[in-house]
C-alpha cells in the first residue's frame, strides 16, 4: 500500500503541484478548470462513470455490506485525484488515498473470506485505511485511531485494530523508504509558552469556534455533493474553473502565492512563518472554505482531512492573534486539533495527528515536556469542539455508535418481513368455515378479520377453542376475534413490531395503514427466517 500511496502523492506533489507554483498567473488560473475537465473525463471513461467520492466509501462500506469498492475503478479515480489536486484544486491527497487503501483491503476481504467471521468482515477494509493514511501523512498512530474511529461519531470500529497497526506500520515503512520522512505539514512553529491560565483559556475558545466552523464546513460539504449530483458536467467544470481561478488571482494579489491552491500545506507554512493582522488571516480563511466548496461542487476528486487541518490552523492563528499571542505556535496547533476533530468526529485521531505532526514520529516519548505542551489543551480544544459540533460531521454515512447483530437487524423497516399474500376472514364467516378454510386447509392458527378491506382484528385457534363444536355453524367469527391487539404501521422499524408482538404476547402481527385498511402481516417466524437469510447472504 506504502508504493500506491508513494506514486500517488510524487506524482500529485512532486512532478505537478510543485511546478505549479512556479507557473505564471494565467496558467495557474487556467489550470483548476484543465485538472476538473481531465478528472471529469477520467471519471466517465477509466472509472465506469463514478461519482467523485473517494474516502466516504469507506465509511459506507464498512457499514453496507452491499457497498463494494471495485478495483477496475480505482485508476480512474486516482487520476482523478492527481489532476483535481495537482491542477489546483482544494481539497486532500488522503480522499483517494483512503480509496486505494480500503478498495484493496476489501478485495483481500473477498478473496479469503473463508478465513474471517462475520465479525471480521471489515478487518482488512479497515487496515487498508489505515496503511494508506500512514502512508500520505507520515503519522502512523494517526492512521490507526482514525481508521477505527471515522465510521462513527461517538463510537469506534471493532474488531480491526491489529490488522490496522501492522498495516499501518508497514505502509509507512514503504512509503518513507520511497520518499523519505520529512513531515507533510510544519505545525508547531514558532513560540510554545508554558501552560497557563490564558493558554487554557483560550484552547476552550478555539474549540467553541471550531465546533461552530466545523458544524459550518460540514454543511457547506453536504451543499456542494448536492449540487455536483445536481449541475451537468459542463456547467460544473465551467463554474468551478471560474471560480477557483478568480481565487487564485485573489490570493496572489493579496498573498503573494496561489494559497487557495492545492491541498494547502503552503497555507499551513504560512501560517507558521508570516506576522500578520487578523484580518489577512480572517480573509484566507474564507477564501480557503470557498475554494474546498468549490472543487466539491464543481465535482473534484480529493478528502477534506487536510482542508479541515488547514482551517483549523487558521483559526488557531486568528485566536492568537485575538488574543495579543501572534507568534504562538501553539494556537494554531490547537485550531488543527478542534477543527479537525468537529468536522469529522474524530477527537481522538485529531489529536494524535497534533502529537505526531508537531513532534515526529519516534520522538512522541522522549519529547514529553514540549509534547505535553500541545497534547493537554488540544484535548481541552477537541472536547469543547465535539460539544458545539453536535451531530454534525463531513461524514454522510458515519453513524452515531456501533450496533450489535441483533440491533441492526432491529433497525430494518417492517416491510422486509411483511407478508402481503394473506386469505383473510370475514367477520360474517362461521366458527366452521374458520376452521375448514385457515385451521385445517391451510394451517393457520391466527388469521385477520378484514371486511371491505378495512381490517377489524384477529380470530385465533386459542379464542374459539372454547366454543362448542354444536354451535360452530351457529356462531360467527366477529364474536370471537380480538380487536384488542395492536396493528403495525408501514413507517414501523422491526424494533417497533417486535416490541408490539411481545406486549401484547402474540406471533402474528396485522400491518395497516393510517385509516385502518389492511397491509399484511409480520410473523414472528418470518422475522427469525429473515435473520437466518441474512446471515447466510452476509447481509
Known amino acids: 500500500m506504502g508504493l500506491v500511496v508513494a506514486g500517488f502523492d510524487y506524482v500529485t506533489v512532486d512532478l505537478i503541484l510543485q511546478r505549479f507554483v512556479e507557473w505564471p498567473l494565467w496558467m495557474q488560473a487556467g489550470a483548476p478548470a484543465v485538472g476538473l475537465a481531465l478528472a471529469a473525463l477520467s471519471l466517465r471513461y477509466l472509472a465506469n462513470g463514478t461519482t467523485p467520492a473517494t474516502s466516504e466509501l469507506y465509511v459506507q462500506a464498512f457499514h453496507e455490506r452491499h457497498t463494494r469498492l471495485s478495483l477496475r475503478e480505482l485508476p480512474g479515480k486516482m487520476i482523478a485525484g492527481i489532476t483535481t489536486i495537482g491542477f489546483g484544486g482544494s481539497l486532500g491527497l488522503e480522499g483517494p488515498s483512503i480509496y486505494a487503501g480500503s478498495t484493496i483491503g476489501e478485495q483481500l476481504q473477498n478473496w479469503l473470506r473463508k478465513y474471517f467471521t462475520r465479525d471480521e468482515a ?25 481508521a477505527v474511529e471515522v465510521p462513527y461519531r461517538d463510537d469506534i470500529g471493532p474488531h480491526a485494530l491489529l490488522p490496522a497497526l501492522f498495516a499501518s506500520a508497514s505502509s509507512y515503512l514503504t512509503f518513507v523508504a520511497v520518499l523519505g520522512t520529512e513531515p507533510v505539514l510544519t505545525l508547531g512553529r514558532g513560540i510554545v509558552p508554558s501552560l497557563g491560565l490564558k493558554e487554557l483559556g483560550g484552547a476552550a475558545l478555539i474549540g467553541l469556534l471550531a465546533g461552530l466552523g466545523g458544524r459550518g464546513f460540514a454543511w457547506l460539504i453536504r451543499r456542494a455533493k448536492s449540487i455536483s449530483a445536481a449541475l451537468g458536467v459542463g456547467w460544473r467544470v465551467a463554474l468551478g474553473g471560474v471560480v477557483l481561478g478568480s481565487l487564485i488571482v485573489a490570493s496572489v494579489a493579496v498573498y503573494d502565492a496561489p494559497l487557495t491552491a492545492g491541498p494547502g500545506y503552503g497555507a499551513v507554512d504560512w501560517v507558521a512563518l508570516q506576522d500578520e493582522a ?55 496547533v490547537l485550531g488543527v486539533a478542534a477543527f479537525l476533530g468537529a468536522g469529522y468526529r474524530t477527537p481522538i485521531a485529531a489529536v494524535m495527528f497534533v502529537a505526531e505532526t508537531t513532534t515526529g514520529v519516534g520522538q512522541i516519548l522522549t519529547e514529553v515536556s514540549v509534547g505535553e505542551r500541545y497534547v493537554v489543551p488540544a484535548l481541552i480544544a477537541a472536547a469543547v469542539s465535539q460539544l458545539v459540533a453536535g451531530e454534525s460531521s463531513v461524514s454522510t454515512f458515519q453513524r452515531r455508535r456501533r450496533l450489535g447483530h441483533l440491533e441492526r437487524r432491529f433497525t430494518l423497516p417492517i416491510t422486509s418481513a411483511l407478508t402481503t399474500d394473506v386469505l383473510t376472514v370475514p367477520p360474517d364467516a362461521t366458527v366452521t368455515e374458520f376452521v375448514w378454510a385457515h385451521v385445517m386447509g391451510r394451517r393457520e392458527r391466527t388469521v385477520p378479520v378484514v371486511d371491505g378491506g378495512r381490517y377489524l382484528g384477529m380470530c385465533s385457534l386459542e379464542e374459539i377453542s372454547g366454543v362448542d363444536r354444536s354451535s360452530w355453524d351457529n356462531e360467527t367469527v366477529d364474536l370471537h376475534m380480538r380487536t384488542d391487539l395492536p396493528a403495525g404501521r408501514p413507517s414501523w422499524t422491526l424494533r417497533d413490531a417486535v416490541a408490539a408482538m411481545d406486549e401484547s404476547d402474540v406471533e402474528t402481527l396485522a400491518v395497516t395503514d393510517a385509516d385502518g385498511y389492511f397491509i399484511g402481516v409480520v410473523l414472528a417466524s418470518e422475522i427469525v427466517k429473515l435473520d437466518e437469510i441474512l446471515d447466510e447472504t452476509g447481509g
Open 122 to 146: 471489515n478487518m482488512l477494509l479497515t487496515a487498508g485505511a489505515a496503511a494508506a493514511i500512514a502512508a500520505i501523512f507520515r503519522t502512523p498512530a494517526t492512521a490507526v485511531i482514525f
Open 278 to 332: 487578523v484580518a489577512v488571516v480572517a480573509l484566507l480563511f474564507v477564501l480557503r472554505m470557498i475554494a474546498s466548496f468549490t472543487t466539491l461542487a464543481a465535482g473534484g476528486v480529493g478528502g477534506v482531512f487536510i482542508p479541515l487541518t488547514v482551517q483549523g490552523a487558521l483559526l488557531g492563528r486568528l485566536v492568537a492573534g485575538l488574543v495579543g499571542q501572534p507568534e504562538s505556535g501553539l494556537f494554531p
